[in-house]
């Protein structure tokens, strides 16, 4: 079981709030993602990073940014939230299993934006 | 056109039965194939993973890709209520740029 870990699982706010999604890993994995996931919709990657102080920005153009000052640890942040911006946001990270990464997810973090 | 199509379903099936799951690609350069389990509300959870063409089977789930056709399945046989989930398919290019890419996911329901 994978032992990654996101903050708060579910989140109601107003509009034009400045809110961050934690997300934590114990296993000790370079690389670690963000992905947005609409209901009964593909998952669409929006941020992801390599290691310490790297991070890309992902297929989806996202109005969040992220973090990575540890590895455990890739925050994401919106500075001013919208109701476009509800969605379920997913975290992950990844190690070689064979010759390939295998991402491991947390659990989600459901946010509506009123 | 999507590098991964699979068909969203959804597919409802009676205890007991066999599933079959697909998804197809267009990208040659895949070489890693993997499906995932997502449970409502949950994050998806690795089922099993694949290189190259042929079969792979754990327990219940068999994994088959067919690089020649471009087409990957997962069987699950003697299905059960506890199945019932979204089953992703994903795959990666063997390129510099490993990233997955991600099937829409297919809705499964098991009937008791």
């Known amino acids: 079981e994978a032992d990654i870990y996101q903050t708060p699982r579910y989140l109601v706010i107003g509009t034009g709030k400045k809110i961050t999604l934690e997300c934590s890993q114990t296993?000790?994995?370079?690389?670690m993602y963000w992905y947005q996931q609409d209901p009964g919709m593909e998952l669409h990657l929006i941020h992801y990073?390599?290691?310490?102080?790297?991070?890309e920005k992902g297929d989806l153009s996202s109005e969040s940014t992220v973090s990575r000052i540890r590895t455990e640890h890739f925050p994401l942040t919106l500075e001013s939230a919208r109701p476009s911006h509800t969605s379920q946001y997913l975290c992950?990270?990844?190690?070689?299993?064979?010759?390939?990464?295998?991402?491991?997810f947390g659990p989600g973090t459901r946010l509506t934006v009123l | 056109q999507k590098e991964v199509e699979q068909d969203p379903g959804p597919l409802s099936v009676p205890e007991g039965a066999i599933v079959s799951l697909n998804c197809t690609y267009s990208n040659s350069a895949f070489q890693y194939f993997m499906w995932y389990r997502q449970y409502s509300r949950k994050g998806p959870e690795l089922l099993m993973y694949t290189y190259s063409s042929g079969n792979k089977e754990d327990g219940r789930f068999t994994a088959q890709v067919d690089k020649s056709s471009k087409y990957i399945s997962l069987f699950i046989r003697d299905s059960q209520p506890s199945d019932s989930a979204t089953y992703l398919c994903a795959m990666i290019n063997a390129g510099n740029n490993r990233k997955l890419i991600w099937g829409l996911g297919t809705s499964l329901a098991v009937n008791p």
């Open positions: 992950a990270s990844s190690e070689l299993v064979g010759s390939t990464d295998t991402q491991y």
């Open positions: 296993m000790g994995h370079d690389k």
């Open positions: 990073s390599y290691g310490v102080n790297s991070t």
